[in-house]
C-alpha cells in the first residue's frame, strides 16, 4: 500500500544526499586557475619521478595461452610520481605529505588507456583503441590490471604498511558503477593476505536538466552535482578507520571529492571524530586534473593522499568530463605507448578523443549505449566511428615496427581479452600464430 501523496514516511536518513554546497567546486577553481596560467599546466606539480620494473602474474586464467604455462610472470613497469601542492596551496606541506601517483605498465593496463592487439572479422590481427573494447571480458583485464598492482612491493605497503590491522583500520567503498570491477578487496588479499571490509556507494549526477526550475546556479564548467544514496556502511567501526580506500575511474575527481567527505562525515558524526588520515584512490582511468583536485582537497583536511592507475595518466577536455590520454611523457612508464595511441587516432583528432567516452558503457552496460554515445563525440570532432576503427588498424604494421624497434614484445598490447575475445570466436589460433611471429621474444 502507498503512502498518500505528500506524507513523507522515509527518515531523512535513508534520502539521498544532493552535494550543492560541495567543497568541490572552491577547490576546483583553484585547480583551474594554475592550469590556464603556469606554461606547463597541471604537469608543473610533479616534483619527482622513479621507475621501475617488477615480476608479477600475466593472466588469471594461464590456460587460453601456450605460451605463458601458470606460474610464469611477467614484467610490470611501474611509474611513482610525487606532486607539490604548493602553487596551489603555499603551506601545504606543513599539513600532509605529498600525493603519491603509481602508473603500471602492463597488457591488461594498457587495455584500459592504450589500446590492444585483436583479430578482427576478417581473421587479421589489427590495433583498436580502447573505446571500442566492449565486450565483457574488459572487466576481466581491469581486474587483472588492479591485481598485479598490488602485487608490486612498493605499492602494497604504501596502502596498508603503516597499519598494524588492515581488516579495522582500512575500509574501502566502490563507486558505482565500475568501482567494483577493480576488485581491490581481492587484490590487496592475494598480494598481502590482508581482508579489508568493502561497501558500494550509489553514486550519480544532478544536472541542469534535472533542476531546471530550481533557482539552483551551477558552476561555470561543472553542470552537475554529486547525488550520494544512503550507503550501508556494515562491518565499519568508525573509531579505528584510519585509511579510506576508494575505487573508481577519476575525471573532474569530483564524486571522489564528494564521497571522501560524505564518508568522513559520517564517521565523525559516529565517532565524534574521525581518524582517516590516508585517502587511497584506485582509478584505472585517472586525468591528472582530477587527481591535483583531490589530492588539494584532501591535503586542506590533513590526509594524504596516494593513487594507482593504468597505463598513462589522462588529460581533461573543456568540461573536465571527457578524459582523452595525455601526451606528457612524465605520467607513463612507457612513452612510446602514448605514441601508439596518438598514432591510432586520425591526425585530426589526435589528443582530443576521450579514452573510453561513455565509460560505464563501456565497461558493462551495453554495447549499443557505448557506440551510440562514441559516435556522438566522434562526430562533434568530425570523424566517425568507422573511421577510428579503420584508420587504427591500418596503422597496425607501423604500431608493431614502433614495438620492435625498441625491444617490446607483442605480447606488450595482448591482455586477457583480447585472447578471450579469439577464444570465443574460434580465432585464437590467428593469435596464436601473431605471437609465434614476434620478432622480439621476452
Given at each position: 500500500m502507498s503512502p498518500k501523496p505528500g506524507h513523507n514516511i522515509i527518515p531523512e536518513a535513508y534520502l539521498p544526499t544532493a552535494c550543492f554546497?560541495?567543497?568541490?567546486?572552491?577547490?576546483?577553481?583553484?585547480?583551474?586557475?594554475?592550469?590556464?596560467?603556469?606554461?606547463?599546466?597541471?604537469?608543473?606539480?610533479?616534483?619527482?619521478s622513479n621507475t621501475s620494473e617488477h615480476h608479477v602474474f600475466p593472466h588469471q586464467q594461464n590456460y587460453l595461452n601456450p605460451h605463458e604455462p601458470p606460474?610464469?610472470?611477467?614484467?610490470?613497469?611501474?611509474?611513482?610520481?610525487?606532486?607539490?601542492?604548493s602553487p596551489l596551496l603555499p603551506n601545504v606541506n606543513d599539513l600532509v605529505k605529498p600525493p603519491t601517483i603509481f602508473i603500471i605498465s602492463t597488457a591488461a593496463n594498457h587495455a584500459l588507456t592504450i589500446g590492444r592487439f585483436i583479430v578482427d572479422e576478417k581473421s587479421?590481427?589489427?590495433?583498436?583503441?580502447?573505446?571500442?573494447?566492449?565486450?565483457?571480458?574488459?572487466?576481466?583485464?581491469?581486474?587483472?590490471?588492479?591485481?598485479?598492482?598490488?602485487?608490486?612491493?612498493?605499492?602494497?605497503?604504501?596502502?596498508?604498511?603503516?597499519?598494524d590491522a588492515p581488516v579495522q583500520e582500512a575500509y574501502l567503498t566502490y563507486l558505482t558503477r565500475e568501482g567494483h570491477l577493480t576488485h581491490v578487496q581481492q587484490a590487496i588479499f592475494n598480494a598481502s593476505g590482508h581482508h579489508v571490509p568493502y561497501t558500494?556507494?550509489?553514486?550519480?549526477?544532478?544536472?541542469?536538466?534535472?533542476?531546471?526550475?530550481?533557482?539552483?546556479?551551477?558552476?561555470?564548467?561543472?553542470?552537475?552535482?554529486?547525488?550520494?544514496?544512503?550507503?550501508?556502511?556494515?562491518?565499519?567501526?568508525p573509531s579505528d578507520v584510519k585509511t579510506l580506500i576508494l575505487g573508481d575511474q577519476?575525471?573532474?575527481?569530483?564524486?571522489?571529492?564528494?564521497?571522501?567527505d560524505y564518508i568522513i562525515n559520517?564517521?565523525?558524526?559516529?565517532?565524534?571524530?574521525?581518524g582517516i588520515n590516508h585517502l587511497v584512490v584506485v582509478a584505472p582511468l585517472s586525468s591528472i586534473f582530477?587527481?591535483?583536485?583531490?589530492?588539494?582537497?584532501?591535503?586542506?583536511?590533513?590526509?594524504?593522499?596516494?593513487?594507482?592507475?593504468?597505463?598513462?595518466?589522462?588529460?581533461?577536455?573543456?568540461n573536465k568530463y571527457y578524459s582523452p590520454l595525455s601526451q606528457n611523457e612524465k605520467v607513463t612508464p612507457l612513452p612510446v605507448l602514448q605514441t601508439i595511441h596518438h598514432l591510432a587516432h586520425p591526425e585530426n583528432?589526435?589528443?582530443?578523443?576521450?579514452?573510453?567516452?561513455?565509460?560505464?558503457?563501456?565497461?558493462?552496460?551495453?554495447?549499443?549505449?557505448?557506440?551510440?554515445?562514441?559516435?556522438?563525440?566522434?562526430?562533434?570532432?568530425n570523424t566517425t566511428n568507422q573511421k577510428m576503427i579503420t584508420h587504427a588498424a591500418g596503422q597496425t604494421k607501423a604500431i608493431l615496427d614502433l614495438l620492435q624497434k625498441i625491444n617490446l614484445p607483442r605480447r606488450t598490447l595482448i591482455p586477457e581479452s583480447s585472447r578471450f575475445k579469439a577464444h570465443a570466436e574460434n580465432k585464437l589460433d590467428v593469435l596464436n600464430e601473431f605471437i609465434e611471429k614476434d620478432p622480439v621474444q621476452p
Amino acid at each position: 500500500m502507498s503512502p498518500k501523496p505528500g506524507h513523507n514516511i522515509i527518515p531523512e536518513a535513508y534520502l539521498p544526499t544532493a552535494c550543492f554546497d560541495s567543497d568541490y567546486f572552491s577547490t576546483a577553481d583553484v585547480v583551474l586557475d594554475l592550469e590556464k596560467k603556469h606554461p606547463q599546466g597541471l604537469y608543473s606539480l610533479i616534483a619527482s619521478s622513479n621507475t621501475s620494473e617488477h615480476h608479477v602474474f600475466p593472466h588469471q586464467q594461464n590456460y587460453l595461452n601456450p605460451h605463458e604455462p601458470p606460474g610464469q610472470t611477467t614484467i610490470a613497469r611501474g611509474l611513482k610520481l610525487t606532486l607539490d601542492l604548493s602553487p596551489l596551496l603555499p603551506n601545504v606541506n606543513d599539513l600532509v605529505k605529498p600525493p603519491t601517483i603509481f602508473i603500471i605498465s602492463t597488457a591488461a593496463n594498457h587495455a584500459l588507456t592504450i589500446g590492444r592487439f585483436i583479430v578482427d572479422e576478417k581473421s587479421q590481427v589489427v590495433f583498436q583503441l580502447p573505446r571500442f573494447s566492449i565486450e565483457p571480458t574488459i572487466q576481466t583485464d581491469m581486474a587483472t590490471a588492479i591485481n598485479q598492482a598490488f602485487h608490486v612491493p612498493e605499492i602494497i605497503h604504501h596502502v596498508i604498511g603503516d597499519l598494524d590491522a588492515p581488516v579495522q583500520e582500512a575500509y574501502l567503498t566502490y563507486l558505482t558503477r565500475e568501482g567494483h570491477l577493480t576488485h581491490v578487496q581481492q587484490a590487496i588479499f592475494n598480494a598481502s593476505g590482508h581482508h579489508v571490509p568493502y561497501t558500494i556507494a550509489n553514486i550519480t549526477h544532478l544536472k541542469e536538466e534535472h533542476l531546471k526550475n530550481s533557482g539552483y546556479k551551477f558552476h561555470a564548467i561543472f553542470k552537475r552535482v554529486s547525488l550520494i544514496y544512503p550507503i550501508n556502511f556494515e562491518g565499519l567501526n568508525p573509531s579505528d578507520v584510519k585509511t579510506l580506500i576508494l575505487g573508481d575511474q577519476i575525471a573532474s575527481g569530483m564524486q571522489i571529492v564528494d564521497l571522501a567527505d560524505y564518508i568522513i562525515n559520517q564517521v565523525a558524526r559516529e565517532n565524534k571524530n574521525h581518524g582517516i588520515n590516508h585517502l587511497v584512490v584506485v582509478a584505472p582511468l585517472s586525468s591528472i586534473f582530477g587527481i591535483a583536485t583531490i589530492s588539494l582537497w584532501a591535503a586542506t583536511k590533513g590526509i594524504k593522499t596516494t593513487f594507482i592507475a593504468s597505463g598513462s595518466l589522462l588529460d581533461s577536455g573543456p568540461n573536465k568530463y571527457y578524459s582523452p590520454l595525455s601526451q606528457n611523457e612524465k605520467v607513463t612508464p612507457l612513452p612510446v605507448l602514448q605514441t601508439i595511441h596518438h598514432l591510432a587516432h586520425p591526425e585530426n583528432v589526435r589528443g582530443k578523443m576521450c579514452v573510453g567516452c561513455n565509460w560505464t558503457a563501456r565497461f558493462g552496460a551495453s554495447p549499443e549505449t557505448a557506440l551510440r554515445d562514441s559516435q556522438s563525440e566522434a562526430e562533434q570532432k568530425n570523424t566517425t566511428n568507422q573511421k577510428m576503427i579503420t584508420h587504427a588498424a591500418g596503422q597496425t604494421k607501423a604500431i608493431l615496427d614502433l614495438l620492435q624497434k625498441i625491444n617490446l614484445p607483442r605480447r606488450t598490447l595482448i591482455p586477457e581479452s583480447s585472447r578471450f575475445k579469439a577464444h570465443a570466436e574460434n580465432k585464437l589460433d590467428v593469435l596464436n600464430e601473431f605471437i609465434e611471429k614476434d620478432p622480439v621474444q621476452p
